[in-house]
C-alpha cells in the first residue's frame, strides 16, 4: 500500500526537480553582462538621437529573458505593450494562412494562382517602357505563377512604391498601393487589377521583392470562404491568444498605437512623420477604417502577440496543446525554396529567409535560423537550434545611421552561450 501511497508524490517531485533544472539550463546560459550590453546599445542610439523609441524581446525555450523599452511616444514613455505596426512581419502570418490551407489539402504549392484567381491567366512580362506617356509593350510569360513561386517571391510580379521605377509607375496609373492605404479598398479588387498588369520578370527567374504575400492573402479568402481579417481572428489569432493583432484597431485600444517618426531629408533629425514622407502611404492605416486587409504589410501587433506567433513556429507549428501548423508545413517553410537562385549568402524558404552556413558566420546565428523584418524599422528571428525567439521594434522610417538590427543580432548571440 505504501508504494501505492508514496508513488505519485515520488513523480511529483521528479517532475518538479526536472522541470527546476531545465529552468536552471535555460538561466545558467544567459549572460547577465551580455544582455546588460543590448541596454547601451539602444542608449546609444537614443542620446545619439537616431531613434526616439525601441522596444525588444527575447525568449529562450519559451522562458522570456529580455523584455524592454526605451524611449518616448510623443506624449508618453514608450512601452513594452505598445501595439506597433508591424508591417511585412504581416507576410509571415499571411504565409502560415497558406499553409495552414495546403495543410487540408485546398491546393498544392505547385498550383497555378490563377486556378483560384483568374486574372492571372496567361501572365505577360514587361519588355519595353515608355517614361514620356507610360505605354509600354509585353511579352507573354513562359509559365504560369505557381503558389510556391509567390511564397519564394520568384513570381516576377513587383512592389508598389519601393519597385523599380517602371513598375512603380505601371502600379501607380493602375492605383495599386503597398498596403498602407489611404482610402478604402477590396483585397479582391485590387488583387483583381494586379493579375492583368504585366510582370517585372518571367516567374521563377529571380528572387524580387513583391506584392505577391499580398496575392496569397486573397488566395486565403477564396479557398477559406473567409475574408483574410477573419481567417486570421479565427484561425490563428484566438487559439494562439493573441488579443493584440488587428488590421483595424479598436478605439478602445488606440491609445497604445505607438508613433511613428522619421527623418528631415536634409538634417537626418528625427521628427514624428507627418503623412507623405513616404509617396502615397499613410501611418493611419490602422485607424482610418480603410478595409483593406493587406496580407503582405497591414497588421499591427505587440511583441508579446507576435512572439506568440513565433514560438508556435519553433515549437513545429503547435503552442499550448493547440497545433496551428503541420510538422512538415513548418519544415517546408524554414528550409531552401528557391535552388540556386541567388539571395546573398542564405536561402529563401516559404515567407522567411533562411540561414545557411556561410550566412551564421556573419552574425552568429545558427544555421537554419529564420526571419525577417518589417518597413518601420523591426526584426524577427527564430534560432530552433538555440531554442531562441528574438524581436526588436523601431516604428521608424528610414534609418540612416548605424545597423541596429545587426548589431542586435550580434549582441544576443554574445549573451547567449
Known amino acids: 500500500?505504501?508504494?501505492?501511497?508514496?508513488?505519485?508524490?515520488?513523480?511529483?517531485?521528479?517532475?518538479?526537480?526536472?522541470?527546476?533544472?531545465?529552468?536552471?539550463?535555460?538561466?545558467?546560459?544567459?549572460?547577465s553582462k551580455g544582455l546588460s550590453k543590448i541596454d547601451s546599445l539602444f542608449k546609444q542610439y537614443l542620446d545619439s538621437g537616431w531613434?526616439?523609441?525601441?522596444?525588444?524581446?527575447?525568449?529562450?525555450?519559451?522562458?522570456?529573458?529580455?523584455?524592454?523599452?526605451?524611449?518616448?511616444?510623443?506624449?508618453?514613455p514608450f512601452k513594452t505593450d505598445d501595439i506597433l505596426r508591424i508591417a511585412s512581419q504581416t507576410k509571415a502570418i499571411t504565409c502560415v494562412?497558406?499553409?495552414?490551407?495546403?495543410?487540408?489539402?485546398?491546393?498544392?504549392?505547385?498550383?497555378?494562382?490563377?486556378?483560384?484567381?483568374?486574372?492571372?491567366?496567361?501572365?505577360?512580362?514587361?519588355?519595353?517602357?515608355?517614361?514620356?506617356?507610360?505605354?509600354?509593350t509585353t511579352v507573354p510569360a513562359r509559365r504560369e505563377i505557381t503558389i510556391r513561386d509567390l511564397l519564394t517571391h520568384t513570381s516576377?510580379?513587383?512592389?508598389?512604391?519601393?519597385?523599380?521605377?517602371?513598375?512603380?509607375?505601371?502600379?501607380?496609373?493602375a492605383g495599386i498601393e503597398a498596403g498602407f492605404v489611404i482610402h478604402k479598398k477590396l483585397l479582391e479588387t485590387e488583387i483583381n487589377k494586379l493579375g492583368k498588369l504585366p510582370l517585372a520578370l518571367q516567374p521563377g527567374e529571380k528572387w524580387q521583392y513583391s506584392l505577391a504575400i499580398d496575392v496569397l492573402g486573397r488566395l486565403v479568402e477564396v479557398t477559406s470562404g473567409l475574408?483574410?481579417?477573419?481567417?486570421?481572428?479565427?484561425?490563428?489569432?484566438?487559439?494562439?491568444?493573441?488579443?493584440?493583432?488587428?488590421?483595424?484597431?479598436?478605439?478602445?485600444?488606440?491609445?497604445?498605437?505607438a508613433t511613428v517618426y522619421t527623418e528631415d531629408e536634409t538634417t537626418k533629425t528625427v521628427k514624428p512623420w507627418v503623412d507623405g514622407a513616404f509617396p502615397g502611404a499613410t501611418v493611419n492605416y490602422p485607424i482610418n477604417n480603410n478595409g483593406y486587409f493587406a496580407g503582405g504589410a497591414g497588421l499591427v501587433s505587440t511583441s508579446k502577440d507576435y512572439g506568440l506567433f513565433l514560438q508556435m513556429l519553433l515549437n513545429n507549428g503547435e503552442l499550448n496543446g493547440k497545433r496551428i501548423l503541420s510538422k512538415r508545413s513548418v519544415d517546408l517553410m524554414t528550409?531552401?525554396?528557391?535552388?540556386?537562385?541567388?539571395?546573398?549568402?542564405?536561402y529563401f524558404g516559404l515567407g522567411f529567409e533562411v540561414i545557411s552556413d556561410k550566412g551564421s558566420k556573419k552574425l552568429g546565428q545558427s544555421a537554419g535560423s529564420y526571419g525577417w523584418g518589417g518597413f518601420f524599422g523591426s526584426n524577427f528571428w527564430v534560432d530552433p537550434k538555440k531554442k531562441i525567439v528574438a524581436q526588436i521594434y523601431v516604428q521608424q522610417w528610414p534609418l540612416s545611421h548605424g545597423k541596429l538590427s545587426e548589431q542586435f543580432k550580434s549582441l544576443v548571440y554574445q549573451a547567449i552561450r
Open 51 to 76: 531613434i526616439k523609441g525601441i522596444t525588444a524581446n527575447i525568449a529562450v525555450d519559451g522562458k522570456t529573458v529580455y523584455n524592454k523599452a526605451y524611449g518616448n511616444q510623443l506624449n508618453r
Open 227 to 257: 475574408s483574410l481579417d477573419q481567417f486570421f481572428r479565427e484561425r490563428i489569432f484566438r487559439p494562439l491568444e493573441m488579443k493584440d493583432t488587428y488590421f483595424a484597431l479598436p478605439k478602445e485600444k488606440q491609445d497604445r498605437l
Open 335 to 346: 528550409t531552401n525554396q528557391i535552388g540556386n537562385i541567388p539571395f546573398g549568402d542564405n
Open 1 to 31: 500500500m505504501k508504494k501505492f501511497i508514496y508513488a505519485p508524490l515520488f513523480f511529483l517531485l521528479l517532475t518538479f526537480n526536472s522541470s527546476y533544472a531545465q529552468l536552471n539550463e535555460v538561466e545558467s546560459s544567459i549572460s
Open 156 to 173: 516576377g510580379l513587383g512592389y508598389a512604391q519601393i519597385g523599380s521605377p517602371e513598375m512603380n509607375a505601371i502600379y501607380a496609373k
Open 97 to 136: 494562412a497558406v499553409m495552414m490551407l495546403f495543410d487540408e489539402g485546398k491546393f498544392t504549392l505547385d498550383d497555378p494562382i490563377s486556378k483560384f484567381i483568374p486574372a492571372f491567366k496567361n501572365p505577360k512580362v514587361l519588355d519595353k517602357y515608355n517614361k514620356k506617356n507610360g505605354s509600354y
